[in-house]
């Protein structure tokens, strides 16, 4: 049996979700592994170990979640001569999402054999303009990510993976139209996260689920500035007390694929 390592990191449990079940289509072929890369892992160790890589991330802004960049700095030198497959999730649009990840993997060495965009639902919560769903409002958007997987795995297993968003044109639409002006605000926004006090009931959630500690209880909830968007804490406060992108409290909030949110 082939070993494959999957690297994901997911706010909110749609890349989680389609990880997992992307990995269920190999598993005829491949011993999966799924690490999440806000956890400590020997990643290292484990690239060395496996045939095939997978790095799983969702968008933000046509760009790939500060957490992803990072490490794939951090465990770039393992990848050379490595087959390496990207899998990235977005609400509709992100041009070359997918590829932003799978282009550095490549300056590293890594041998690229696929790579897909997948639609999932909504999680940006406090932005009026995307209206988020739940339960069996989202079953279709559900299915339809699941059929373009179970595409993906059969491709991957014959050995005839495409590479989504890898286009010159699909480079310059996800960098001009959203990634350009995304990242030029990045450090700024990463101190936008506001809880309301007069909503907030010190329960904690918000600074447990923080991928990346940027809330620290210090009697209540104080960000940090280190935000990563992953847009956890504002899809979990019971009281509705968070926001980051918008300025309203959110109207629904996400659950996430399973309606668990992003707990394992
Ligand atoms: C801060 C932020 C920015 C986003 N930007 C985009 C985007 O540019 N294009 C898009 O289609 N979806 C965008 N989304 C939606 C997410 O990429 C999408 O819901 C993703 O599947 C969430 O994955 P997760 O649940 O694993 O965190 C954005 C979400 C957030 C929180």
């Keep these: 049996m082939k070993i494959l390592t999957a690297f994901y990191f997911s706010g909110t449990g749609n890349t989680r979700y389609m990880t997992r079940y992307l990995l269920s289509r190999l598993s005829s072929r491949y011993l999966c592994e799924m690490c999440d890369i806000s956890k400590p892992c020997d990643a290292a160790a484990k690239i060395e170990a496996s045939d095939l890589i997978l790095f799983a991330f969702p968008v933000y802004g046509s760009a790939p979640p500060i957490p992803m960049r990072n490490f794939i700095h951090r465990c770039g030198k393992s990848l050379g001569g490595k087959q390496t497959a990207i899998l990235c999730t977005q609400y509709f649009f992100s041009g070359d999402g997918a590829a932003t990840i799978g282009r550095t993997a490549a300056k590293y060495g890594a041998k690229l054999v696929g790579a897909e965009i997948f639609n999932m639902p909504n999680n940006l919560a406090d932005c009026k303009m995307f209206p988020v769903k739940n339960g069996a ?28 968003g890898f286009s010159p044109l699909a480079h310059g639409v996800g960098y001009f139209s959203q990634r ?45 500035g280190a935000c990563v968007f992953c847009y956890r804490c504002v899809n979990l406060c019971p009281k509705k007390a968070v926001t980051l992108i918008g300025s309203e409290p959110p109207a629904v909030q996400y659950r996430g694929p399973e309606g668990r949110g992003h707990t394992p």
């Design 137 to 164: 409002q989202i079953e279709k958007t559900l299915k339809r990510a699941r059929r373009r997987a179970d595409k993906f795995a059969e491709r991957l297993l014959a050995g005839k993976g495409r590479l989504r």
């Design 180 to 224: 350009k002006y995304w990242q030029r605000g990045e450090a700024e926004k990463r101190s936008r996260l506001k809880i309301d006090a007069a909503r907030c009931v010190k329960c904690g959630l918000c600074a447990k689920a923080c991928p990346v500690k940027n809330i620290l209880m210090e009697n209540g909830p104080k960000p940090q």
